[in-house]
């Protein structure tokens, strides 16, 4: 099963402050979360593993 991270807890493991993960994903396209039902953003093993390439 796959993991799910929130924004913060992709911040803290990658040292990219949330805005400009969030400009990645409008801008870049380069991530592309998941949303809960209440629009909140969820990321997976491989939108973590895209970052920390990317960085």
Sequence with gaps: MES???I?????????KAHTLRAWEQRHK?????RTSTN?????????RTILNAS
């Design 4 to 6: 799910r991270y929130s």
């Design 8 to 16: 913060k807890d992709l911040e803290q493991l990658s040292g990219i």
């Design 30 to 34: 380069l991530i592309n979360p998941k």
């Design 40 to 48: 909140i953003r969820f990321y997976g093993d491989d939108d973590l």
